[in-house]
């Protein structure tokens, strides 16, 4: 008589209760089918094969207005008198745009000019315009889904950070001198009302 160690005792059981397992989860199935049959014999029901037919769907944009990043956007960003607290003057704004420091400054959401993920763009150029009294800008944006909400008109206003010394004047109050921005926001809104945004075509 043949000796088994403990080892393929176990090993032998494990594969029998494996076949059994199998076995039985076969029989459970046909018993099934069984009880089908048997159902549709009792009704006088002929079982027919049913087609489902199903369509896939894509998505597909159809928007018209094709471009590619970066966006090269320009606008108004202030203009002389006293969008806020301050006043500033047509010679201020003037004076700003030779100051080396407002030559490059991000383009950002919602003034979050602490936080480098909300960097957009960049504006890349400011001067003065005597037409309008006011300081123009290019610039461009990086990120897809603000360039398609300026294109789609969604996005209209811009807004500065703007650092500047005070003084007093009798004849304009509060006034902002040695202007120098840290960034411009793309806003719902902006507190100066001439400030734009547009794509340069």
């Known amino acids: 008589m043949m000796k088994m160690t403990t080892n393929e005792v176990i090993k032998r059981t494990e594969r029998y209760l494996r076949l059994m397992r199998f076995k039985y989860s076969n029989l459970e199935r046909l018993s099934r089918l069984n009880m089908l049959m048997d159902y549709y014999s009792s009704k006088n029901e002929i079982m027919h094969p049913e087609k489902c037919s199903t369509s896939i769907e894509c998505s597909e944009q159809l928007s018209s207005k094709d471009f590619k990043l970066p966006l090269k956007v320009r606008g108004i960003f202030l203009t002389e008198g006293r969008p806020k607290k301050k006043y500033y003057s047509a010679e201020e704004l003037e004076k700003s745009t030779k100051n080396p420091i407002n030559q490059k400054f991000p383009l950002m959401l919602d003034h979050k000019d602490t936080e480098v993920g909300q960097i957009v763009g960049g504006v890349d150029k400011i001067w003065y315009d005597k037409a309008i009294k006011g300081i123009r800008w290019e610039g461009h944006i990086n990120n897809e889904t603000f360039a398609r909400n300026?294109?789609?008109?969604?996005?209209?206003?811009?807004?500065?950070?703007?650092?500047?010394?005070?003084?007093?004047?009798?004849?304009?109050?509060?006034?902002?001198?040695?202007l120098s921005f840290k960034e411009l926001s793309l806003v719902m809104e902006g507190a100066e009302k001439n400030n734009s945004i547009e794509v340069v075509v």
């Not at 789609?152 to 040695?178: P, Q, W």
């Open 150 to 178: 300026v294109l789609d008109g969604i996005v209209t206003d811009v807004s500065a950070t703007i650092f500047s010394a005070s003084v007093y004047d009798i004849n304009n109050g509060l006034m902002g001198l040695d």
